[in-house]
């Protein structure tokens, strides 16, 4: 791609759906405008369905970039970018609309789907891929560990605890919590090593409290959350880990984990079911996700983004040339 190739990236601003949207358009190259909105109600229950009215909304919502020239790409990510693509695609047909996640409807709307094999979903304007996209290259992760330099210096083994938010799998009690940071503790070398954990927004605050108290407890441990201030240390605790632990619940952390090169562990006190189901199964069939308390080893990490960029790139150029 060119400087001169111009992408919007869409989303509702929800943290896996933004990195998704703006991974890919970083990736696909060009000047990237990032949107992080969502339309207001009633569209917004109906979404992406578009009802009328839905022009107003999308003149309130991008305003002034209507009038001028189109984009080459929208790329969006997640239920409500997928009623912005549909709206902003009928104001530019000829812009090339990418979207990330099942729309669930009018799929002959856009001109790629970009969803997890889990999502079940084929077409021959259907990219698959095993997990979510994301920004984690080896560039990315190295220059992660300079920055954090002083987390990479801790003493090892280093595990890395990534806490989502409850799930059937793991409801994320005072119980679980508990089995899940003594099942850490027993792993080999943990008593000699180092623990960084973080939570999530979707952390219980009762949760995130209580692994506070167990962090402050324990030496060798350093806990984050989002309501910490300073910088997010997230990428630095997945560039220093030699292993990963996630909660089984988020589709995003799993697949980040996935992407280090490290073993990465979960635990499940009820199996999975459903999409969570398949994506855990896909992950254990290729040696890229164990059972806590198991034997893991390291496997070539797992980064799909700049594979699905190319695709997507192949396909644009594609397009262009039907055009003429």
């Known amino acids: 791609m060119t400087a001169e190739t111009r992408l919007f990236a869409i989303s509702d ?7 998704q949207a703006e991974a890919l358009a970083a990736a696909i190259g060009g000047e990237v405008t990032v949107f992080r909105t969502e339309p207001n109600r009633p569209w917004r229950w109906f979404a992406p369905r578009l009802i009328p009215g839905y022009r107003r909304m999308m003149t309130r919502a991008f305003g002034a970039v209507l009038a001028g020239p189109p984009p080459d790409f929208l790329v969006g990510c997640g239920r409500q970018a997928a009623f912005w693509l549909r709206a902003l695609k009928r104001h530019w047909p000829n812009t090339f609309a990418v979207q990330i996640l099942d729309p669930r409807v009018a799929w002959g709307e856009f001109d790629l789907i970009v969803c997890p094999e889990h999502d079940e979903l084929a077409g021959p304007n259907v990219l698959v891929t095993l997990g979510a996209l994301h920004d984690l290259t080896a560039e990315r992760l190295q220059q992660a560990r300079r920055r954090f330099s002083d987390l ?14 409850p799930s059937p799998m793991l ?49 060798g441990t350093q806990f984050w959350s ?40 979960t635990l499940c006190e009820q199996e999975p079911t459903g999409k969570f189901a398949h994506f855990h199964a896909a992950l254990r069939e290729r040696g890229l996700l164990h059972p806590l308390g198991t034997l893991g080893w390291p496997r070539p990490p797992l980064r799909e983004t700049e594979n699905i960029a190319e695709a997507v790139r192949l396909r644009w150029q594609a397009h262009r040339e039907n055009e003429r």
């Open 226 to 265: 989002p309501d910490h201030p300073g910088d997010n240390p997230y990428v630095g605790f997945l560039a220093c880990a030699d292993r990963i632990v996630v909660t089984p619940d988020s589709v995003n952390m799993l697949s980040e984990a996935v992407a280090v090169g490290v073993p990465v562990y």
């Open 152 to 165: 990479d210096r801790r003493p090892r083994p280093i595990t890395s605890l990534l806490i989502g938010g």
């Open 13 to 19: 601003g929800r943290a896996g759906n933004a990195r």
């Open 171 to 219: 409801p994320l009690n005072a119980e679980s919590v508990r089995h899940l940071l003594s099942r850490i503790e027993h792993l080999p070398g943990q008593h000699q090593g180092s623990l960084l954990v973080t939570t999530s927004r979707r952390t219980p605050k009762a949760v995130s409290e209580q692994i506070a108290a167990h962090c402050a407890a324990m030496p």
